[in-house]
């Protein structure tokens, strides 16, 4: 016999009823955006606002593409920048941080809770604060005005650490032990047990860490000069600075520079949830 419910019929449609309202709350930014690059000039500034557009369009669009066309650089070195930087560090981001917390979480050695808490203590500083010292070791390594300036600061971010840390811990030892006891090494261990394990953890972070590359327009004005050295958000923004006429193609890029994260996220989102369901695992 299965198990008994004890939450009501009314209790469910509570329920359902207050997901959808969050679903909605949640979709409202994506939608408009949507609706906001599909309406014509006339549209874009009516007030008071509408949320629907009366006569959608795709003129926003070929404006910005002919925009784009006209460039002094072509845009898809601008693209190619983008993503290169947002893929190759998403990837050193999630190894670095699954190699580095690998250690720290199944192994005891002298120090060890001293540097997690220091990594803890990092997660207060921002950005921002890092600014000047990440320029200055940029700058003294010869770095500034390449790629590498916009990749290896955020490839060693203690957020990622922490994360994969805490889903490491839960981890039992007993695999570890097993893995050893067959002659694996540390290597071994941490791709073939420890990866597969925290596979919820390495997903959300390499989501986050390509949404962070991808949209990171101030590391870009603060390392790179030349101008096709830069990236595509930083591109684009310069194309639509550009007053009233350039209204439409504005509201069109804020859809073009969510395509590639938002499809990132909807091809992964099936195994986030799979794995999220198995991810607490206890010894």
Known sequence: M?????????GN???????GLVAVFMAFPLAFAIMHSLKPLDELFLFPPRFFVMKPSL?????????????FVPF???????IFVSVVGMLA??????????????????GSKVLFQVIILSLMFTGFVLGIPRFIVMNSVGMIDTLWALLLPGIAGPLGFYLMRQFMTQVPD????????????????????MMP????????????AFQGFWGDTASVNLYIHTESMKTLPLAMGYLTNAGIARAGAGAAVSIVLLAPPLAIFIITQTNIIETMKSSGIKE
Do not use: C
């Open 76 to 82: 898809t070195r601008y693209f190619f920048n983008s």
């Open 93 to 110: 981001h999630v190894v670095l941080s699954s190699m580095a917390a690998y250690p720290l979480s199944k192994h005891k050695f002298p």
């Open 197 to 208: 394990n925290v596979k919820p953890a390495w997903l959300t972070l390499g989501l986050l």
């Open 59 to 71: 003129k926003n669009f070929t404006d910005l593409f002919s925009l784009m066309g006209n460039s």
């Open 13 to 19: 449609a509570l329920v359902v009823f207050f997901m």
């Open 174 to 193: 007993a695999l570890i032990e097993s893995a050893r006891i067959d002659g694996a090494s540390e290597f071994q261990i941490w791709w073939r047990i």
């Open 2 to 10: 299965g198990a008994k419910s004890y939450r009501s019929v009314w």
